[in-house]
């Protein structure tokens, strides 16, 4: 298993992402990041909301709801009552995890034979 993904207590494979989101508590809207993804929660950065209060979270013209399980004075973790299985939001998420199974060494490769300086003149 690679450092980007490991196991949550839920049996999910997180996913290190970079998705901005609004995040809608009771009285305000505020911005943040979703930073950890995976199809039971998210951990968001950039907002806090207190712990056990519901919350919506709207990216891509949808709306996921949430409930916030930890808050720091930045950032939070909420869990998805129901898991991710569709939407804009799991989209990025499928997205994620493919873009993390390319092997780093291929994504500039080129099809030519690798030379430095002057191409030898015959």
Known sequence: MDSFRTPTARGHKRTAVAIDVTVNGVLNFVDGRITDLSEGGAR??????????????????QVTYAV?????????????????AHGPLHGALCRARTASMVDPSH????????????????
Do not use: K, N
């Open 107 to 122: 994504i500039f490769q080129s099809g030519r034979p690798a030379t430095f300086g002057r191409r030898g003149l015959s």
């Open 44 to 61: 968001i950065d950039g907002a806090t909301m207190p712990a056990r209060s519901r919350c919506e979270i709207h990216y891509g013209g």
């Open 68 to 84: 916030v399980m930890w808050a720091e004075h930045d950032r939070m973790g909420v869990r998805f009552p129901y898991e991710l």
